[in-house]
């Protein structure tokens, strides 16, 4: 009997039960349990945590302070929305990591819509603020014409479509199943249509790596060409965070693309042995659990390298201050002066 060794993620692999008398019984390690009950529940709610209250100060920014008014805008601020999607299922996996599958067939397939339009949008996103980039640099005409909100705006309905089209196989087959008495909630194929499994693997990794990874190369390439020729400060400023955001990205993403691609070699039977499945099932969950914390390091990313960024978050931080102190002295009839919150004329400015 060959064991069924299933994962909390959406996209992680489901190894069906396949008898023959001939081999022997391939279970999970006690590590790897342990790996699932302890260490993933805490990571989940961490990041859970830090992307929800990092990307919602960063929206808070965009909307009340900075306004959207460019196309770089409505990609960060769209950009934080996907990452908010992602960790939505988050809450649900832990509870899932340490016990079966509890909410049903309905939550199973919304959980990995959740996931996936999250998924792709945050590497569509991130791919058009390179492509952003690149055209108000090495196109500085033309970008004038194109780098606007309402292009932006119309480009990103347009992504989140295309996020949620690629996201339908996944709704399809993911589903809430039964095995040796516990719920699972996990893709399950119907006999002979395989061919599936292998589409909603390497369509992750076309367009969450292979596709991304070319355009970004391309555009940066360029950049650093137009760069050589004129450098000038406010250029290399300019593209200095989106460059990070992308870098830090395809570190916390390459591992579990690799991961899966050998994944789907072991579903070709390419690799087939129990030792090795055993791996392979431990390194996604662990590489993908890795690749979750991408969500919470942009709005940090944004801190430390958008001086505007934090002088807007700055502001708001000393309006809040503000109104709690005034409301505690409320009673004196006392209001601060100017001076209190910070304000100035070249704070306006900002």
Not at 76 to 98: C, K, M
Not at 279 to 295: K, N, W
Request: proline fraction near 4%; hydrophobic fraction near 45%; glycine fraction near 4%.
């Amino acid at each position: 009997l060959k064991m069924t060794l299933t994962s909390p993620f959406p996209n992680a692999t489901e190894y069906n039960y396949v008898y023959d008398e001939g081999t022997s019984p391939c279970s999970e390690g006690n590590g790897f349990s342990r790996f699932k009950s302890l260490f993933l529940p805490i990571v989940y709610c961490l990041v859970f945590l830090f992307c929800l209250v990092g990307n919602a100060l960063l929206i808070c920014v965009l909307l009340t302070r900075k306004k959207v008014t460019t196309m770089t805008d409505v990609c960060l601020l769209n950009l934080a929305i996907s990452d908010l999607l992602f960790v939505v299922p988050l809450p649900f996996q832990a509870h899932y990591a340490s016990e079966e599958w509890i909410f049903g067939n309905a939550v199973c397939k919304m959980i990995a819509g959740i996931y996936y339009i999250g998924f792709y949008s945050s590497i569509f996103f991130i791919t058009l603020m390179s492509i952003d980039r690149y055209i108000a640099i090495v196109h500085a005409v033309y970008a004038m014409r194109v780098r606007t909100a309402t292009c932006g705006i119309i480009i990103s309905l347009l992504l989140w479509m295309t996020a949620g089209l690629a996201a339908i196989p996944n709704v399809v087959f993911n589903q809430e199943v039964e095995i040796e008495q516990s719920l699972e909630c996990i893709p399950k194929y119907p006999p002979g249509q395989e061919t599936w499994r292998f589409f909603t693997q390497f369509e992750v990794n076309i367009l969450g790596l292979l596709i991304p990874l070319s355009i970004l190369i391309y555009c940066y390439s360029h950049i650093l060409k137009n760069l050589q020729s004129c450098k000038n400060r406010n250029k290399i400023k300019a593209i200095k965070l989106i460059f990070i955001i992308v870098v830090i990205f395809f570190l916390f993403w390459a591992p579990f693309n690799i991961v899966l691609f050998l994944d789907s070699l072991q579903n070709l039977h390419i690799i087939n042995d129990c030792e090795t499945s055993q791996r392979l099932v431990l390194a996604l969950q662990l590489t993908e659990s890795i690749s979750f914390i991408h969500c919470c390091l942009n709005p940090v990313i944004y801190a430390f390298a958008g001086e505007m960024f934090k002088a807007h978050l700055k502001k708001i931080f000393q309006t809040c201050i503000y109104h709690i102190s005034s409301g505690n002295s409320a009673n004196n009839s006392h209001s601060f002066p100017s001076q209190v919150l910070g304000h100035s004329d070249s704070d306006r400015v900002l």
